[in-house]
């Protein structure tokens, strides 16, 4: 479910078209997805969402660490040493994934009116520039204004 409604997007996007719905559905959650690991946080539309965020993140990252150590433990059973190295090397990565998904639950914010309008912004560009070639025209990367938008809200990631 996207943050940001599908009224406010096509209202941003000027486009009352009800075929591309399904297209800026998917460019919208993208939008929100690169804002969200931009800011190295989850992003909630309320405060109610946050705090139920926050507070299941402890029990997803202890069945995170049980996987894990099943993992691990599976890994004793392979004699191969090149499989048990992958085996590890799989584990510890999805480990180190749920990990960065409990930091930025925990981390979380509520959308604030900088972070919706880097998402427009990106939901725009998206949108304006959803062929893989574009001809006749100058081809663009992200605003600059997303980035400026976002950094008074992104935090460093420390796992």
Known sequence: MNIITMDVAKEHLRSFNCEEEVTIDIYLEAAERSASMYLNRAIFYNAAALA???AAAPAGLAAATAAYDAAILATALIDNKDQKQLMKDVADADFRQEQMAYVRAVRGIVINKQITAAVLLTLGHLFENREENVVA???????MGVQV???PDRISMGV
């Open 52 to 54: 139920t965020a926050k």
């Open 149 to 151: 938008l976002l950094m």
């Open 137 to 143: 025209s100058s081809i663009a990367a992200l605003p």
